[in-house]
């Protein structure tokens, strides 16, 4: 993406009569006898101590002065303010060479060498798994111009803000995006964006971690993208019956295809599955790992009074409060022991941290993924029978109308995916954040994620 590059000694341009290495002869005293080098072990420095000087006879008059990078362009930087010769080791490209008026050196007798090429490597398969993104890279070009004075605008901006000088320098460059990343040939993108964002996107979320995690999380990223959404809290049954009459567009927690399947059943015909971006799941009662000697759901008989005859639940009418009273309980024939006590996923939690810090006996109803695992010792009991069923992957499921209405988003939303460590962190920092502060935490999230927004809503 560019090149030729090259190695080469400078002066300052206000240094009359010396435009090739030839020029330096006999000009000792002019420069102090010294070339400003830098880090003394770099393959340049060992070039022109051992053959560049040597070449043009210049070894027994200059001394090639160690040093460093950073402090050769501090010495070029005071001569210069004070128009004094100096001669520095430098290359090609270099944002030096945009900062100050330099003369290159000619090397006629070729002694620096030639040249090299920078390429852009990538491991093997990457062009097939991001081709868009292969065929920008294959065509990127910068020329001297634009790489040295992006250096330069970096190079003046604070440390840790390299990101900020970038997007300084596109400003001044407004052609280069459209240049290096063209949107694709079938419209413009950008356009399609306003278009469909300037419709609200109804939003409905349930009460559940990762739910909260995911929809503001998309809440973000969207807002970001111009897009306006009303987010609405339902219960799982009456989220379904919503969005099939088309009053809710979308919805980022469906687990599929087995906890909620009666939902997806009956309202299917009205309803799009956007796909899963993350799995698979696994449904469980959980107890504090002081409670010794119950490892499984069978290890529940003849324990009730030891947890009060209660197992905690969560929202009822949930299916998976469903699937604990239906099948688990009468299943492992607690049902005569313990009641499943209907409650809401914050309740739940709340008795779980009393519990725990009591260190007394409690089973609840709990999942994966979930950021309990994170905060306490936990053992999620084992279901020899499978009575849970198979784990569900988190699917994005919308109104059939979505896809006309949002087609940017809807391929976006189809492209959604998080790692565990992904999801457990954004949740974590919801969680430490508190109620009411979800929009901060996924701000501060996104701070150590700074890549996932253009990753999720590429532009």
């Known amino acids: 993406w560019y090149g030729p590059t090259s190695l080469e000694v400078a002066v300052p341009s206000y240094v009359k009569g010396i435009e090739s290495m030839e020029d330096l002869k006999g000009q000792a005293d002019k420069f102090k006898g010294r070339i400003v080098g830098i880090e003394p072990g770099a393959g340049e420095m060992q070039l022109l101590k051992s053959k560049v000087l040597k070449e043009y006879g210049l070894d027994k008059e200059f001394k090639v002065v160690d040093?460093?990078?950073?402090?050769?362009?501090?010495?070029?930087?005071?001569?210069?303010?004070?128009?004094?010769?100096?001669?520095?080791?430098?290359?090609?490209?270099?944002?030096?060479?945009?900062?100050?008026?330099?003369?290159?050196?000619?090397?006629?007798?070729?002694?620096?060498?030639?040249?090299?090429?920078?390429?852009?490597?990538?491991?093997?398969?990457?062009?097939?798994?991001?081709?868009?993104?292969?065929?920008?890279?294959?065509?990127?070009?910068?020329?001297?111009?634009?790489?040295t004075s992006l250096e330069a605008e970096?190079?003046?901006?604070?440390?840790?803000?390299?990101?900020?000088?970038?997007?300084?320098?596109?400003?001044?460059?407004?052609?280069?995006?459209?240049?290096?990343?063209?949107?694709?040939?079938?419209?413009?993108?950008?356009?399609?964006?306003?278009?469909?964002?300037?419709?609200?996107?109804?939003?409905?979320?349930?009460?559940?971690?990762?739910?909260?995690?995911?929809?503001?999380?998309?809440?973000?990223?969207?807002?970001?993208?111009?897009?306006?959404?009303?987010?609405?809290?339902?219960?799982?049954?009456?989220?379904?019956?919503?969005?099939?009459?088309?009053?809710i567009d979308v919805q980022f927690d469906a687990w599929l295809p087995n906890t909620q399947k009666k939902y997806w059943d009956k309202y299917q015909d009205e309803l799009v599955d956007l796909g899963d971006w993350y799995g698979p799941t696994s449904l469980e009662l959980a107890v504090p790992d002081y409670v010794k000697d119950v490892k499984s759901l069978a290890d529940l008989k003849g324990k009730g009074e030891q947890f009060d005859g209660r197992i905690v639940g969560i929202e009822a009418g949930t299916e998976t409060m469903d699937i604990l009273k239906n099948k688990v309980v009468p299943g492992y024939g607690l049902s005569d022991e313990y009641k499943v006590v209907d409650s809401s996923t914050p309740g739940m939690l709340a008795e779980l941290k009393r519990a725990y810090a009591k260190k007394e006996p409690i089973a609840v109803m709990l999942w994966t993924p979930h950021w309990a695992y994170n905060e306490y010792k936990l053992n999620k009991l084992e279901d020899p029978k499978k009575l849970f069923g198979e784990g569900d992957r988190l699917r994005t499921v919308a109104h059939k109308s979505f896809t006309e209405n949002y087609p940017v988003a809807s391929d976006w939303f189809r492209d959604f995916k998080l790692s565990e460590e992904q999801l457990a962190g954004l949740e974590n920092e919801i969680q430490k954040r508190g109620t009411g502060k979800e929009e901060q935490a996924v701000d501060a999230w996104l701070k150590k994620h700074p890549e996932l927004v253009d990753e999720l809503a590429p532009v």
């Open 67 to 147: 040093g460093s990078t950073p402090a050769m362009l501090a010495e070029l930087k005071r001569a210069y303010a004070k128009k004094e010769p100096v001669a520095v080791t430098l290359w090609s490209p270099h944002w030096a060479y945009n900062e100050f008026d330099l003369t290159k050196l000619k090397d006629p007798e070729g002694a620096w060498g030639e040249g090299d090429e920078i390429h852009t490597l990538a491991r093997k398969g990457f062009s097939s798994d991001f081709p868009e993104v292969g065929k920008w890279l294959k065509d990127f070009k910068m020329s001297e111009e634009q790489l």
């Open 154 to 247: 970096i190079q003046g901006a604070d440390k840790g803000k390299e990101q900020d000088a970038v997007r300084a320098w596109l400003k001044d460059q407004p052609k280069a995006l459209d240049t290096w990343a063209p949107v694709s040939a079938d419209g413009d993108k950008k356009k399609d964006i306003a278009a469909e964002a300037e419709r609200t996107m109804e939003v409905a979320w349930f009460p559940w971690e990762e739910d909260i995690a995911a929809t503001y999380l998309w809440k973000h990223v969207l807002e970001e993208r111009g897009y306006k959404m009303n987010l609405r809290q339902f219960e799982v049954g009456p989220m379904y019956a919503a969005m099939s009459r088309g009053q």
